[in-house]
């Protein structure tokens, strides 16, 4: 069974530390992995896709890796800012549609001032 | 704001009640979606529409109805619900429905309707 797994499920960090979000996957056959932010009260927000061939993908402070043979992925936020409070999706896709995604439940991350 | 708007924003009702989500996209996307989402629990993909078609119907009971009568607008009929059925309803809309195979196709998603029923 297709599954996504996200660690921690819960995080408190200060304004201005770093911090980095987990995602072990077992989606099989593996399409692109992506990671969503979704504030309180809004729909998700993409913030990177990346396939099989892709190490490590940036927008802005946030930075995924991808480890395609250890089904392994990681968002690291960095500078955290207040506005970075926010649920991060992990999502995997198989080959095919959009019934090929695979959902985690999110951690959900407080930016303490 | 993404190019995917939901009405209402929050909707209580009662369990012999009948109500409509509506979603609308500006995005020109050919594909439109219905989650559910429930506390601590992943997204559920619900009903997929491409070209206006419902290609995906995942074991959703019948007292939800969508309903997508051109490429723009997507309706979620509601009727005798249960509250268990309380959650965020998301609908979201991409370039590309049904099995785009291996293809990257980006998802919008809208603010969600807020399901209370009591």
């Known amino acids: 069974k297709n599954q996504v797994e996200q660690s921690p499920q819960s995080l408190i960090i200060l304004e201005g530390k770093n911090c980095t979000l987990q995602?072990?996957?077992?989606?099989?056959?593996?399409?692109?992995l992506r990671w969503y932010k979704q504030d309180t009260g809004r729909g998700p927000v993409s913030l990177t896709i990346?396939?099989?061939?892709?190490n490590t993908k940036s927008n802005g402070r946030y930075t995924a890796t991808l480890d395609a043979d250890t089904k392994q992925s990681s968002l690291h936020i960095t500078a955290s800012q207040l506005s970075d409070s926010a649920s991060y999706i992990c999502?995997?896709?198989?080959?095919?549609?959009?019934?090929?995604?695979?959902f985690g439940k999110g951690t959900h991350l407080i930016i303490q001032p | 704001e993404t190019g995917v708007t939901q009405t209402p924003r929050h909707l209580v009702m009662g369990m012999t009640n009948k109500k409509s989500l509506k979603c609308e996209q500006h995005?020109?996307?050919?594909?439109m979606y219905w989650y559910k989402q429930s506390a601590k629990k992943p997204l559920e993909l619900m009903f997929v529409?491409?070209?206006?078609?419902?290609?995906e119907n995942n074991s959703v009971p019948s007292r939800f109805s969508p309903e997508c009568p051109n490429s723009s607008h997507l309706f979620l009929h509601l009727h005798t619900l249960q509250p268990e059925d309380s959650a965020l309803y998301l609908c979201?809309?991409?370039?590309?429905?049904?099995?785009?195979?291996?293809?990257?196709?980006?998802?919008?998603f809208g603010p969600g309707t807020r399901l209370t029923v009591t």
């Open positions: 995005l020109g996307h050919n594909a």
């Open positions: 990346m396939t099989f061939s892709e």
């Open positions: 529409y491409s070209l206006e078609e419902r290609v």
């Open positions: 999502v995997v896709s198989a080959s095919g549609g959009a019934d090929g995604l695979t």
């Open positions: 995602c072990n996957y077992t989606v099989s056959p593996f399409s692109n």
């Open positions: 979201a809309s991409s370039q590309e429905g049904g099995r785009p195979s291996g293809r990257l196709y980006e998802q919008y």
